[in-house]
């Protein structure tokens, strides 16, 4: 599940459900995460160039930020409803039914299993549906309500406010199709169908560009983009499930309904802490400038790349071991906790380092085109070297988080989300006066900052801590490191921007690549020299699946 502290912009994809793959040296189960994995790379890439479009097309205007504040409301109630449910309730209940029809004994009962599967999933998207469309009726009757919570009438243009009710009339339908389409790809993880539900988010991301690129500068291009890669998305995974017995069956009182919703409830009080805490910062936003929720969406995506590859990745590769070992394996629990943090470390800081190195490079780069001007590029450098301050505390906080998930504690996760939210929003009220939009990316860093100490100490107090695991060691070794890479790419962009044409995109991309190239060739160097154990195997296992 995506964490519940992590506040996204509204204007980005649903977060690809991050199963729990059983790890063996089955081929099947390697496939499998292979595909999960391009499948999460071609979304982040492709959402990287729906960003550049937008900037190309609309720059950091406040026409943009209106359809920002519109396209939160179908996103935030797709994460409300559906998207943090999946992975805690969805998948565990489906498995349930499906692994049940994978161990029976004989052909009848093997059958009646995949009844009961089908039962359930049709009984879930019935009643989902009904609801679904219950709350996008309310929304298209509440829509200024709705713009004014979220701060549309903070804009110094009025006219923008009209505009983001009209947009937002027009993306709330798709909170429908994002939600049907996770809960199939609930049912198909359950089924270990994942090929075409690992490329969802790919598509809504291509859908999106493609929508832009064909009705350009037309801001309404990117709402329907959105509504039909929502639709899309559930085309997507229809193929997968032919052999499924689907229909309507409106049935609230199934059995299978009361065990989700049990599931999900110490899940969605954080969520809706989470929602109101975006809602809140994009007022806040919207009260320091008219492009301010524009530099906060384009930041915020670079910001996610890293922490989305390496989270999602580690996820996958260390979720299932946790939760096997959770049940009365405590050192092997510990030692498999304590080296998914050491890898995290080891990834995220570089990147970090990295990307606060070339913050403006990398923006100019990518969106320092049509619209998008210099000094929007500043800004937009500034606010994410700012945000960058909490990636580290993010992507530790995050395996934090899956380990508790692994042993079925979902309460404290939660409740510590609900303490460092409420923390985020004191620190950004108390600073927006002083800093104006850098206090929500101020109070960002400090809400990942707390929810990570205080998930330490509940680690320390109920599992004693990881002492011995040589996890501060590691801390240490990757933070010199990762020094060391910032501080190579830094210099050698400064170098480039004087040696080559200002402005130019082969400039812009030749100042990219070399100096990104110079920090992983100084990284490459620190890593045997500070034995950096992580990195080393990291390196041992591509040159294998190379050879391979």
Avoid: C
């Avoid at 429908?176 to 994942?194: E, M, N, P, W």
């Avoid at 998008?372 to 988080?401: N, S, W």
């Amino acid at each position: 599940m995506k964490d519940a502290t992590l506040i996204e912009p509204p204007n980005l994809p649903p977060a690809e459900p991050q199963v729990p793959i059983p790890l063996s040296q089955d081929s099947g189960v390697v496939r499998a995460a292979a595909v999960l994995a391009i499948g999460n790379v071609a979304s982040r890439v492709l959402g990287l160039a729906r960003e550049t479009v937008k900037a190309n097309l609309f720059g950091a205007s406040g026409l943009l930020s209106a359809y920002t504040v519109a396209a939160y409301v179908p996103a935030s109630l797709f994460d409300l409803i559906i998207g943090g449910m999946v992975n805690s309730s969805l998948v565990p209940v489906f498995s349930d039914y499906a692994g049940a029809a994978g161990h029976a004994a004989g052909e009848t009962e093997r059958r009646r299993h995949w009844d009961e599967l089908w039962d359930v999933a049709s009984t879930f998207l019935s009643v989902a549906t009904v609801f679904l469309l219950v709350v996008v009726l309310l929304v298209e009757l509440f829509a200024p309500q709705v713009a004014w919570l979220i701060g549309a009438r903070n804009f110094q243009d009025a006219e923008l406010e009209i505009i983001s009710i009209r947009l937002m009339r027009l993306a709330t339908p798709a909170v429908l199709f994002l939600s049907l389409s996770s809960i199939l790809t609930g049912l198909l993880y359950a089924l270990k169908r994942f090929t075409l539900p690992a490329f969802t988010a790919a598509v809504f991301n291509g859908t999106i560009v493609v929508a832009a690129l064909v009705w350009p500068e037309q801001i309404t291009s990117l709402v329907w983009g959105l509504l039909l890669g929502s639709i899309l998305q559930v085309v997507l995974q229809l193929p997968a499930l032919r052999d499924a017995r689907l229909r309507w069956h409106l049935n609230w009182r199934h059995p299978a309904i009361g065990r989700i919703l049990r599931l999900y409830t110490p899940i969605v009080a954080g969520l809706v802490i989470n929602q109101l805490a975006i809602a809140l910062s994009y007022n806040l936003a919207t009260r320091t400038g008219d492009a301010s929720v524009t530099y906060m969406a384009y930041a915020t995506t670079l910001y996610q790349f890293p922490l989305g590859l390496v989270v999602t990745a580690l996820s996958i590769a260390t979720l299932p071991t946790l939760a096997q070992q959770a049940g009365g394996r405590l050192a092997e629990f510990k030692q498999t906790l304590a080296g998914g943090l050491r890898l995290v470390l080891t990834l995220i800081l570089p990147a970090a380092a990295g990307l606060f190195a070339l913050a403006g490079p990398i923006v100019a780069l990518l969106f320092e085109h049509g619209r998008f001007t210099p000094q929007d590029t500043v800004t937009t450098a500034l606010v994410l070297r700012v945000y960058l301050f909490g990636l580290p505390f993010a992507a530790v906080d995050q395996m934090l988080v899956f380990a508790s998930y692994a042993r079925q504690d979902t309460w404290r996760p939660a409740l510590v989300g609900v303490v460092s939210i409420l923390f985020y929003l004191g620190v950004a009220v108390a600073l927006l006066e002083s800093l104006g939009l850098l206090s929500l990316m101020v109070a960002d860093a400090a809400k990942h900052v707390l929810h990570t100490l205080i998930m330490l100490w509940l680690l320390e107090r109920h599992l004693g801590g990881l002492a011995g695991h040589h996890v501060w060691s590691s801390l240490l070794k990757s933070l010199a490191a990762a020094a060391l890479t910032g501080l190579a790419a830094y210099g050698l962009a400064i170098l480039a921007s004087h040696w080559l044409p200002a402005g130019s995109f082969f400039a812009r991309l030749t100042t990219v690549a070399a100096a990104g190239a110079a920090g992983l060739a100084v990284y490459a160097l620190a890593v045997p020299l500070l034995d950096i154990q992580e990195a080393r195997s990291l390196w041992q296992v591509a040159r294998k699946k190379m050879r391979r």
